[in-house]
């Protein structure tokens, strides 16, 4: 008799062992040795094909993926949702910027999730990212303020919560789902969540279809050599530039000091968000030097 086969989502790894959502349950499974040999280890987010093998299962394939992050190690991320606030702590426009860039680079949609508005409504925030083109929802974990349209922003989606430390992710996660009681404020400095490196890569489902991956700090969605953006990409990880690219006097205009650069023209009219373009150039240098590196 042929083995039932069932698919469902990796949700947890550890030292060898997968935890997949099927519709009755979780099921901790290990991984069939082709997979490794095929290059193919599972990743937290894939969607696994799996059969049981008693109380343990076995994953014997693995669903192609539509995208993959090395550090964090993540697969089949639908969107990034990017906390960010104006006060305790004021986040930085460069963080998001690089964040939404190393999304953007993969073809993942990202959405600016602006917190603590009960003691700062960050206004300036919500203009710059709206203006160019994200999606922006005003939240406060206090008052509930914003809680139901996030919900619906990820409704169904597998999104990374990122941002840095103390914006509000974790009191946000437990308001969306109050039985995960992650620990936040100072309990959950004490617990070094803040030290990404110590943890592991965690699903939390909200329901059968709906995941969230909480990612302290911005490090760790950060370029690793293997999510590195190369700097002739880094145009199109900026959808605000879009309207302007190809509008260059130079097709390959870098749209730093060239002549007749639309991107560079757009910024200095204010079309394009001054930030924004600041975040490209900063970007730019980075991306320049590593593969200066790579080449050596
Ligand atoms: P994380 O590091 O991003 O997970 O942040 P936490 O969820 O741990 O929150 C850090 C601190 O900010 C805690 O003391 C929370 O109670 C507080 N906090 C979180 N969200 C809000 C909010 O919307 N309004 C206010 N006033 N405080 C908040
Ligand atoms: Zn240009």
Known sequence: MAEKLETGRIVRSLSGFYD???????????ARGILRKQGLSPLTGDMAVVTRQGEKGMVEQILPRKNSFV??????????????????????????????AIAGNK?????????????????????????????????SAETGAGLEELRQAIQGK????????????????????PNLALPT?????????????????????????TFVMDTPGFSSFDTDQMDIIL????????????????????HD???RKEPDCAIREAAEAGDIERTRYDSYLKLYEKAAQYKEWEHK
């Not at 997949?20 to 290990?30: H, Q, S």
């Not at 993540?74 to 006060?87: Q, Y």
């Not at 990374?160 to 789902?177: E, M, P, Q, W």
């Not at 002739?232 to 509008?247: M, R, T």
């Open 20 to 30: 997949v959502v099927l519709p009755d349950g979780t099921l901790t499974c290990k």
């Open 71 to 100: 550090r964090p190690a993540v697969a089949n991320v639908d969107a990034l949702v990017i906390f960010a606030a104006n006060v305790n702590p004021v986040t930085e426009p460069f963080l998001i910027d690089r964040v939404t």
């Open 107 to 139: 073809g993942v949609e990202s959405i600016l999730c602006v917190n603590k508005t009960d003691l700062d409504r960050a206004e300036e925030l919500v203009r710059v990212y709206t203006h160019a083109g994200f999606r922006v929802i005003s939240t």
């Open 158 to 177: 597998l999104t990374a919560f990122t941002g840095n430390s103390g914006v509000g992710k974790s009191s946000i996660l437990n308001r969306l789902c």
């Open 185 to 209: 404020g100072e309990v959950s400095e004490k617990l070094g969540r803040g030290r990404h490196t110590t943890r592991h890569v965690e699903l939390f489902p909200l329901d059968a279809e």
């Open 231 to 250: 700097k002739e990409n880094l145009q199109y990880a900026f959808p605000d530039f879009g309207p302007y690219l190809g509008k260059c006097q130079f």
């Open 253 to 255: 205009c870098s749209h």
